[in-house]
């Protein structure tokens, strides 16, 4: 199983994001509930850091005891995980924690630090941070749930292809449309 570290972005941007890792393992560091609990009354997010908040408490409500992980009702037996504690002895020190993206890759440097063995990937939609993440050798990836393809997009900037038909093949398109609209409107 893979370990994905949930950025603010993610969650804001989808409230069902949590959902959407398969059989993985989803982290939330307890400071991104903090960041999202300030954007509550934010007149463009604050439906989804509600939304989300609500997600979560509904989550923790069906959870056996604080010290175990929540299944995520996804059909793939996906794990969530609030974590803390982590931040990174070795974290640079001109980078302040007091930032939250710094402090998100101290939490991600932490945790490999006490669990060396775990591949751990932070998802973000912040470009910046992923650089700062590769930078620091921290595995990232964007949230690619609402991705389009770049083959999709390019197919919009096709030249429009003409297709030449003689008469009787238009007789017969347009008869067979006729058909199958009377068809249905009997039905």
Do not use: W
Not at 83 to 102: A, I, V
């Amino acid at each position: 199983r893979q370990a994905y570290v949930l950025d603010t972005n993610v969650l804001l941007h989808d409230p069902s994001s949590i959902f959407r890792f398969d059989e993985h393992i989803v982290l939330i560091p307890l400071f991104v509930l903090d960041e999202i609990d300030s954007k509550k009354s934010d007149p463009v997010i604050g439906y989804n850091a509600r939304e989300i908040s609500h997600k979560l408490e509904h989550l923790l409500d069906k959870r056996e005891s604080p010290y175990h992980a929540i299944q995520i009702p996804n059909g793939k037996n996906g794990m969530l995980f609030f974590t803390n504690g982590y931040m990174s002895n070795k974290f640079p020190s001109e980078l302040s924690l007091s930032y939250k993206d710094n402090a998100i890759l101290s939490h991600l440097m932490g945790m490999k630090e006490a669990f060396p063995k775990r591949h751990f990937k932070l998802v973000t939609k912040d470009r910046n941070l992923r650089i700062k993440s590769s930078a620091l050798a921290i595995p990232n990836q964007d949230y690619l749930h609402d991705k389009i393809s770049e083959e999709y997009l390019a197919s919009f900037f096709q030249p429009v292809k003409e297709i030449h038909l003689d008469e009787e093949a238009v007789s017969y398109t347009h008869l067979r449309a006729h058909e199958t609209v009377l068809d249905l409107v009997c039905r």
